[in-house]
């Protein structure tokens, strides 16, 4: 072999050696440290404000927050902002922004809700057309962004106050439609059986344990890179006590009264999981999350590799509106009604600090369907404490905006700091 070739084949193996390097979890801990110095954070910041915030009303209403009862309420506070969030995470890996989307999920609930009492069709029917609804919007913000080229902030803008009126119109000036549908309104006040909630949150944890383990055996088997196995047995336990002590929390009985009995797992919480899942396996294991990311990236590079960039940005407005769909759809469920203004005030401004919270950048080609749930928990554990303290509503709001420009904060010098470091 002549030596051209030898130095050729060391420098292919430079290259790629770290693809077939074997850590263990020295090694492994190493560069995940090198990675944070380096500006790559993920979802570090929010997992540690998380615990602080739990830390911390804990502290102070410690015979209050973490009580059984208090906690299911936590978790139904949090489902429309998370849900709202993760569709907001699609269209700001693109750098995009969707003011529309708090108000595209008032337009939906009030489909819904008149298909149900006025026309007096069933929930399933319902429900889809308050779906097609909100696809419908976000074909349509699509559009006007990836083809007219319209900027995304003025397009939304515009409909942030056109579906407002949409919403009035449907409705009525000072009108409330009721939602009595029983389907619709147990995603919030009604609970599942036990055995099935414990059922349930064994299956979700022998299925992350075995995505996990299956992932970890096939990079192994084909010499690629990866995490030494007792990061990923450490990583399988932790989420499995998570699952399994939250369904043992929940399944005590909160009722307020001895004559009540009232126990089980919110039947939003499992809708809630099931997108996570399906939003994760889209972004994580498809062309068309790969595509999503390389477009956030770099949208001339994409598209001189091939990637249909029109059909990507208008995608995300689709999936960003139909989430916030039903995001709207739980957010009636839990307030048995819709009103003229539902999803307007702070209901986008929570949902994409959420987004920004949990770890998604602003700056596109970062991000992940989980950050919508740990922002989503965070914004709604402020609120929540806050009102357990008996705060003023001036000091939920300066909170919030504050907690938001830190995590934006945080973004933008983790973004400088890859640039400097070339990550």
């Not at 059984?68 to 429309?80: D, F, H, S, V, Y």
């Not at 549908?181 to 992350?208: F, H």
């Not at 048995?336 to 949902?351: E, I, K």
């Amino acid at each position: 072999m002549s030596s051209k070739n030898e130095a050729a084949m060391k420098l292919a193996d430079s290259d790629f050696a770290a693809d077939r390097r074997t850590h263990d979890v020295g090694s492994a801990l190493r560069d995940y440290w090198g990675r944070i110095r380096s500006g790559d954070l993920g979802a570090l910041p929010a997992i540690l404000g998380l615990a602080g915030l739990v830390v911390l009303f804990t502290a102070l209403r410690p015979e209050t927050f973490l009580s059984e009862r208090n906690i299911a309420n936590l978790l139904t506070q949090a489902m429309p902002v998370t849900i709202l969030a993760m569709g907001l995470v699609f269209v700001l890996l693109l750098g995009e922004i969707d003011l529309s989307a708090g108000v595209a999920s008032g337009v939906c609930a009030a489909v819904m809700a008149k298909l149900i009492v006025d026309s007096g069709q069933p929930w399933y029917v319902a429900v889809i057309a308050a779906i097609a609804t909100g696809i419908v919007i976000g074909t349509g913000i699509g559009w006007l962004v990836s083809v007219v080229r319209i900027p995304s902030f003025v397009v939304t803008l515009a409909l942030f106050l056109g579906l407002q009126g949409i919403t009035l119109r449907l409705i009525g000036e000072g009108g409330t439609v009721p939602v009595r549908d029983d389907v619709i309104v147990a995603l919030s006040s009604k609970n599942m059986p036990i055995a099935l909630g414990w059922t349930l949150a064994a299956l979700c944890a022998a299925g992350y344990a075995a995505t996990q383990l299956w992932r970890w055996h096939r990079q192994h088997e084909r010499g690629l890179a990866s995490r030494p196995v007792e990061l990923v047995v450490a990583q399988v336990a932790v989420v499995a006590a998570v699952l399994l002590f939250g369904t043992y929390v929940l399944g005590l009985d909160r009722a307020p009264s001895p004559a009540l009995v009232l126990h089980g797992i919110p039947w939003g919480v499992p809708l809630v999981g099931v997108l996570l899942i399906v939003c994760t396996f889209v972004l994580g294991r498809t062309a068309y999350g790969r595509h999503l990311y390389a477009v956030g990236g770099n949208a001339e590079a994409a598209r001189r590799a091939g990637i249909n960039v029109t059909r990507i940005r208008m995608s995300v407005f689709m999936i960003c509106s139909g989430l916030a769909a039903v995001a709207g759809i739980v957010a009636a469920a839990r307030l048995n009604s819709v009103t003229p203004d539902a999803g307007a005030g702070n209901t986008l401004l929570y949902a994409v600090g959420a987004a920004v919270i949990g770890g998604t950048s602003l700056f596109g080609g970062r991000g992940r369907a989980r950050d919508a749930v740990l922002g989503g928990l965070v914004v709604a554990i402020i609120e929540n404490g806050l009102g357990l303290l008996g705060a003023k509503a001036y000091l939920n709001l300066l909170i919030t905006g504050g907690v938001l420009l830190l995590a934006a904060s945080i973004d933008a010098l983790a973004r400088r700091r890859r640039s400097v470091t070339g990550r």
